[in-house]
């Protein structure tokens, strides 16, 4: 899994010291998961909710990295753990980001600051254009052009009325990603594990994006597997990030308060 790959990474690239980095504060919002390390560092990843609407008996966890379990425990404790439910994927790939930060800023690849990935992109003639996930930024500013433009949703009901002949199920996936000529994929991909399957269906050829808040881990990981361009988010403010996820801040919040919004483009063979 790709994750399991990034952690990987952090392992042999590097600080020898970095399994010993404390969790020192996290917060887990309605709509985004943050937490900030002994290091300095923050993460956010998008918050994935289950779908059980009763918690039966026998499923509820009191051990290692449940509620008031978290703080003051080793990020190698965490990955050494199985995810075994929503949250702990959320809280995981969280960490990774935050874990992968410095990365972002001093990698070997090309940085583009206060940039959204699709402004790299060449959306003129008649390209044919797959979204995985109800981005709707995204959406909206591919309809305005001349190309074909599906959208691979688990729920109908995450586009509009009007965009509703956009729509293809995600089951139907391998329908649609091999004959695009771009393929862009939220970060949501990451936190559900829907990622590494999505990218089997890509080719050499095909210009693949990986966007959102979640989409922060180390990118050599995702440049060695078919990702052309990461749309990552850089935290600004630690502290201000931990108050807007309690307060049930969304994505398009972390920009206007604690992060950036930057672009990485793929520059040398990894």
Known sequence: MIIDKAIAFLTNHF????????????????????????????????????????????????????????????????????PGNHIM??????????????????????????????????????????????????????LHTSNTLAVVELERDALTSEQQHLFVPAKDAHMVIPAADIVMLTGMTLVNNTLDALLELITEKQQVVVTGPSSSIVPDVLFANKVNIIGATLITDGDKLMELVSEAGA??????????KVSIVKSTPV
């Open 89 to 142: 994927e959320s809280l995981r790939l969280a960490t990774l980001n935050a874990l992968s930060a410095g990365r972002l800023r001093h990698g070997k690849h090309i940085l583009h600051r206060n940039t959204d990935p699709i402004d790299l992109l060449d959306l003129e003639g008649s390209k044919n254009i797959v979204i995985v996930g109800a981005f709707q930024s995204y959406i909206r500013k591919i």
């Open 251 to 260: 994505g398009y919040h972390l920009f206007r308060y604690c992060a950036e």
């Open 15 to 82: 600080d020898e010291h970095w399994p010993e980095i404390i969790i020192e504060d996290v917060r887990i919002g309605l709509y985004l998961t943050a937490v900030r390390l002994s290091d300095g560092s923050a993460g956010v990843a998008t918050t994935l909710h289950g779908n059980d609407k009763i918690c039966k008996k026998e499923n509820r966890r009191y051990g290692d990295f449940s509620p008031l379990q978290i703080r003051g425990r080793k990020v190698s404790e965490m990955f050494a753990e199985k």
